[in-house]
């Protein structure tokens, strides 16, 4: 038996791959600090559905469909409202937002597919603004994914270098191998459920710390040390405490992630053009520091910058409160999670794996003298 099926291997997929061992990322065939900063998400959605990188007239066509499918049905901004008036998590909010995009629709997978994806930001960004007391403000199909996004948040149309640095961290997060949202999404829509059923199960599974993660912690940690001179001494005395210094250690890559070079260059280039550069040096400090100490201390693991700690930086850069972090993964992650429903139904069948059964046996039930008159009462 193995423990929650790791190592186990338990689909076939084209569109990524994972090498915890060498610290590589590909992408449908493509390595992530290759593809992630160049591309745009459009591109990078058009390559999971369709397994190429689309031509100019081919990514026209595909960005203009997606943009079309921006517009929530109107109970979806009943159901926003209402969550926001009860101070609902986000995560739950999107969940919410999620299962209802079927609505008025043809349950056919493609379409599914492509709905979900667009229609991800305007539920986050809409939600948030009713939270902050806002209305939700009007769809600009012109705007690429990763500025609609961030349109729907603020209501202002992001520059370039902040559509840019969205769009690389959006990219660098689209798809991660048989993570555990992504695997409930296959087991789901292994049952021929529908993808948006499929979707729901993801965002239900992404909520949860152990794989949603917890990036605004790791930013915490910058901020409680404040300045590069203080660093060694706070991390010092967190290890002390036998405190888990989080960005660090992954449970798959033993070495460092890629994905945490991918977003350090994309939060450089970022606070460069931000005129806030001194966040990031300190951050590198920080990390710096972190690492010498980590290896001191613990000498046989492997406990190398993951991709919670770039993450927290390049998207508090941005303007998203911690509360954000997780849905705007989501907004990224979900192309991946469409992608594989596509593909399970493609080419998989029912995911039913086996269970052990670890409980009694030989037990015997005997009907109690109480539960024998209320047997006779009844008749």
Excluded at 37 to 57: C, I, N, S, W
Aim: proline share 6%; aromatic share 6%; with cysteine.
């Amino acid at each position: 038996m193995v423990e929650g099926l790791e190592g186990v291997v338990a689909a076939s997929t084209r569109l990524s791959r994972v090498d915890g061992e060498a610290g590589r990322l590909t992408i449908a065939g493509y390595d992530v600090d290759d593809l992630a900063p160049q591309a745009t998400f459009e591109e990078v959605a058009y390559l999971l559905l369709r397994g190429r990188l689309p031509d100019p007239p081919g990514l026209a066509a595909f960005s203009l469909d997606l943009a079309s499918r921006r517009a929530l049905p109107p109970i979806v901004h009943d159901v926003l409202r209402a969550a926001a008036a009860d101070g609902t998590p986000p995560m739950d909010a999107l969940r919410m937002g999620a299962s209802l995009l079927s609505l008025g629709r043809t349950s056919e997978a493609h379409e599914d597919a492509l709905t979900a994806i667009a229609a991800f930001p305007t539920i986050v960004g809409s939600y948030w603004r009713y939270r902050s007391g806002s209305p939700a403000v009007s769809i600009r199909p012109e705007l690429r994914h990763a500025a609609h996004y961030l349109h729907q948040l603020t209501g202002d149309e992001p520059s370039s270098e902040r559509t840019r640095a969205l769009e690389t961290y959006l990219n660098t997060v689209v798809d991660h191998g048989l993570n555990a949202s992504t695997f409930a999404a296959r087991v789901i829509v292994s049952t021929r459920s529908d993808v948006i059923s499929a979707v729901t199960g993801a965002v239900g599974a992404l909520k949860g710390p152990l794989h949603g993660g917890a990036p605004g912690p790791a930013l915490d940690m910058v901020f409680e040390i404040g300045s590069a001179d203080r660093a060694e001494e706070v991390i010092r005395a967190k290890l002390d405490r036998s405190e888990r210094l989080m960005g660090f250690g992954h449970r798959v890559y033993r070495v460092r992630d890629p994905r945490a070079d991918v977003l350090s260059h994309a939060a450089e280039r970022f606070y460069n053009a931000d005129g806030e550069r001194g966040l990031y040096d300190l951050v590198r400090e920080v990390e710096a520091i972190a690492l010498r100490l980590l290896r001191e201390r613990k000498p046989h693991r492997r406990l190398d910058t993951n991709v919670e700690f770039y993450t927290a930086l390049l998207l508090h850069g941005l303007g998203l409160p911690a509360e954000l972090f997780t849905p705007t993964f989501a907004v990224g992650r979900v192309a991946g999670w469409a992608a594989h429903c596509l593909e399970q139904m493609r080419d998989g069948k029912l995911i039913r794996p086996q269970s052990e059964y670890v409980g009694p046996i030989g037990l015997h039930y005997q009907v109690s003298s109480l539960k024998s008159e209320v047997l006779k009462s009844e008749t």
